[in-house]
T-cell receptor
Framework: DVKVTQSSRYLVKRTGEKVFLECVQD?????MFWYRQDPGLGLRLIYF???????EKGDIPEGYSVSREKKERFSLILESASTNQTSMYLC??????????????FGQGTRLTVV | GESVGLHLPTLSVQEGDNSIINCAYS??????FIWYKQESGKGPQFIID?????DKRQGQRVTVLLNKTVKHLSLQIAATQPGDSAVYFC?????????????FGKGTKLSVIP
């Protein structure tokens, strides 16, 4: 089974702190994604990566950055946490299809509260 | 921009009845669709997918129907059980752009009445 592991289930951070959310997948997937999930807004894509050291902005990248130094690990960084970044953060991975898509596999999520 | 949406934000069904969750998509070029289930406190889990060259696909107790003419996707759950209570998301993708990003709907909450 594919396993996507997020390092923390719950985090509480102070405004202005630098926050790291870590995600590791064990299936050698090329693609990795970071979403945030908010009530009434669904899942919104923050950043994604198709390969090591490669990153692309999603729909809401402002206030975030990412790092993909190794294929299995994709980190989301909040440079200076703000209260409007309180949310559920979901990491996902998928294999690179050869002309066909496949589903994305999700981690359990990290519920971040910024106070 | 184009987006994926849902007709009904909440749905309550009696245990044992069939459930139908609907989704409208606006990108006529989308060629791959997925239904996810998300239980409280957990990440989304894959249920079933369908490609645009199909109209119907069946899994265990679940069926996905795709109507490309009206850009409509539905998830049917047979003999709904309490364990089916969750939020269900549809997602779409257009593979022709070389992108594997999924665009998600906002979700429908399914509540099963025992």
């Amino acid at each position: 089974d594919v396993k996507v592991t997020q390092s923390s289930r719950y985090l509480v951070k102070r405004t202005g702190e630098k926050v790291f959310l870590e995600c590791v997948q064990d299936m050698d997937h090329e693609n990795m994604f970071w979403y945030r999930q908010d009530p009434g807004l669904g899942l919104r894509l923050i950043y994604f990566s198709y390969d090591v050291k490669m990153k692309e902005k999603g729909d809401i990248p402002e206030g975030y950055s990412v790092s993909r130094e190794k294929k299995e690990r994709f980190s989301l960084i909040l440079e200076s946490a703000s209260t409007n970044q309180t949310s559920m953060y979901l990491c996902a991975s998928s294999p690179a299809g050869e002309g066909d898509n496949t589903e994305a596999f999700f981690g359990q999520g990290t519920r971040l509260t910024v106070v | 921009g184009e987006s994926v949406g849902l007709h009904l934000p909440t749905l309550s069904v009696q245990e044992g009845d069939n459930s139908i969750i609907n989704c409208a998509y606006s990108n006529s070029a989308s060629d791959y669709f997925i239904w996810y289930k998300q239980e409280s406190g957990k990440g989304p889990q894959f249920i079933i997918d369908i490609r645009s060259n199909m109209d119907k696909r069946q899994g265990q107790r679940v069926t996905v129907l795709l109507n490309k003419t009206v850009k409509h996707l539905s998830l049917q759950i047979a003999a709904t059980q309490p364990g089916d209570s969750a939020v269900y998301f549809c997602a779409e993708n257009y593979s022709g752009a070389g992108s594997y990003q999924l665009t998600f709907g906002k979700g429908t909450k399914l509540s099963v009445i025992p």
